[in-house]
């Protein structure tokens, strides 16, 4: 997993990736959810390949706690970045106002957070919710903030985790022309930097009138201007911000995301079937969809601080455009 750096803006998707594997492919421990550690005489944490300090690996991927509380998270070097985390309801806006006044935030960062705010509040979704990971700041007067390094250069990992965000149904097709486009539509596509994803959107792969077809039968219809397709997409997404300091101050190198599709819901009304409802379909997806450099940002972060790299995905089907 480490020479993905070597791969660059060519390398093909990685599905199903986690931190977790990540970690074990090189410092391999009994537990595939746990990583080995060892604390260097300068205080920094490092991937031992020894039997070192186990740390259980958190919610968040790619983040891991020691036994006496200390978080870390995997940076794609063998060094760790200690970091430390908040956590809120992502409809609750005093906590967002509280962490946006109250910790020094990189305004990529701040903009992410309430862009991720605004869509749970859009869709009332009381269950969506966040961590925020950000490098640990030390409580002693005259320490410095603790952030790794790559090729001497100091690094540091923001990373919004936001669980269950769901879109609400949105159309994606309506009027007379919903039946055709549900006749030949099977899959979403996901697309980011340098790949496209397909992702079905009905089990079996099949097309979303088939799956109308084959519980109401009713096929014998025309086209009517109430008719309608929607989608509602139900997703955990982790967005990662990688900056480099070369002597000029932090500047922004890479974001990158990894994102866990849950579940999509799609809805068929068609005004001239005998049916004449609604009809559900509620598919479990449980696929994840990575970002080429999300698990190793430093070597392309540092390459790029005068002109960022946007690694961030989006979901397309229809007329919805999903940007994750």
Same mark, same amino acid.
């Given at each position: 997993?480490?020479?993905?750096?070597?791969?660059?803006?060519?390398?093909?998707?990685?599905?199903?990736?986690?931190?977790?594997?990540?970690?074990?492919e090189i410092y391999q421990t009994k537990d595939s959810n746990s990583i080995s550690v060892e604390r260097t005489i300068d205080g920094k944490?490092?991937?031992s390949k020894k039997s070192g300090e186990v740390a259980r690996r958190c919610e968040e991927d790619g983040v891991y706690q020691l036994s006496d509380g200390t978080l870390l998270s995997l940076t794609g070097t063998s060094q760790l970045q200690q970091v430390e985390k908040v956590s809120f309801q992502l409809t609750d806006e005093a906590k967002l106002n509280y962490v946006l006044q109250n910790h020094n935030l990189p305004k990529e960062v701040q903009e992410g957070l309430i862009s991720s705010s605004n869509k749970a509040i859009a869709t009332n979704n009381q269950n969506?919710? /966040?961590?925020? #990971?950000?490098? &640990?700041?030390?409580m002693t007067?005259?320490?410095?903030n603790i952030y790794y390094t790559y090729n001497g250069k100091p690094m540091r990992d923001f990373t919004i985790f936001s669980f269950g965000e769901n879109t609400g149904y949105e159309y994606i097709e309506n009027g007379t022309k919903s039946r055709s486009f549900a006749e030949f539509t099977s899959s979403a596509v996901i697309t980011g930097l340098g790949f496209v994803k397909h992702v079905s959107l009905i089990a079996g792969g099949v097309s979303i009138?088939?799956?109308?077809?084959?519980?109401?039968g009713d096929t014998n219809f025309s086209g009517r201007s109430s008719d309608f397709v929607q989608a509602l997409v139900n997703y955990d997404v982790s967005t990662k911000y990688t900056y480099v300091d070369i002597g000029n101050g932090w500047e922004i190198g890479l974001t990158s995301?990894?994102?866990?599709?849950?579940? /999509?819901?799609? #809805?068929?009304? &068609?005004a001239d079937s005998t049916f004449n409802e609604s009809y559900y379909t509620d598919y479990s997806i449980r696929k994840t969809v990575?970002?080429?450099?999300?698990?190793?940002?430093?070597?392309?972060?540092?390459?790029?601080i005068l002109n960022p790299m946007n690694e961030t995905l989006k979901m397309e089907v229809g007329d919805m455009t999903l940007h994750f």
């Open positions: 997993m480490r020479k993905v750096l070597s791969l660059l803006l060519t390398l093909t998707l990685l599905v199903s990736s986690s931190a977790a594997s990540f970690a074990s944490y490092v991937l969506a919710r /966040i961590s925020l #990971v950000v490098p &640990y700041t030390p007067r005259g320490t410095q009138f088939s799956a109308w077809e084959s519980y109401v995301q990894n994102v866990y599709i849950n579940y /999509i819901k799609t #809805v068929q009304y &068609y990575t970002s080429p450099n999300f698990f190793n940002p430093a070597p392309v972060a540092i390459n790029h």
